[in-house]
């Protein structure tokens, strides 16, 4: 991906677009140096619909299915979505602030979305990620990296400890092939 990827305002060239209403501006002269892993399926456990695209434009069926009644009023959304197939998703751009870290701080910093990237992998705690979605992620983060320069890495569950769990136990920090820039999870 990085070979031809390129940023254009934040957008990244190779990632499929689609805007979220949920984002504002960073804090003037903020630049991201931070990377947020999260994960995320809809319904819970379930993969492969549209949903979490729905939740983070705000058009969340609440009646669909019994969970959606108690998250389709949340105004969230994630810098980019990695499907269990690898595709990638931009809901907004790198430049501008996504709603994904909630309260959080990071080595002392607290509001961590002022600062950084937020990539959503579909998945879950119970089960593992796909190799495809590894292979989006380190390619995504080698872009990153040549877009901003040196970057921390952290899951959500590292940014919001006892309130979030994710990426949870079954992502595999080791497969990520940390590009120089990138500060270890570890």
């Not at 430049?95 to 309260?103: K, T, Y």
Request: a negative charge.
């Amino acid at each position: 991906m990085s070979a031809v990827a390129r940023f254009e305002e934040g957008w990244l060239s190779l990632a499929r677009r689609i805007d979220s209403p949920n984002v504002d501006d960073r804090p003037a002269g903020v630049l991201p140096s931070l990377i947020v892993v999260h994960a995320i399926s809809l319904p819970p456990g379930r993969f492969g619909s549209d949903d979490i695209a729905r939740l983070f434009t705000n058009s969340l069926d609440p009646s669909a299915h019994p969970y959606f009644a108690e998250i389709a009023a949340l105004r969230v959304s994630a810098h980019f979505l990695i499907r269990r197939d690898g595709e990638l998703i931009q809901f907004v751009s790198c430049d501008r602030r996504a709603w994904h870290a909630g309260v959080s701080s990071w080595k002392g910093r607290a509001r961590c979305n002022d600062f950084s990237v937020g990539i959503e992998l579909e998945g879950c705690d119970e089960l593992p990620f796909e190799t495809a979605q590894y292979a989006r992620l380190n390619a995504l983060l080698a872009a990153l990296h040549a877009y901003y320069g040196a970057l921390d890495i952290a899951g959500h569950s590292d940014v919001s400890p006892g309130r979030k769990t994710d990426p949870g136990p079954c992502f595999e920090w080791r497969r990520l092939a940390v590009a120089k820039g990138i500060a270890s999870h570890e």
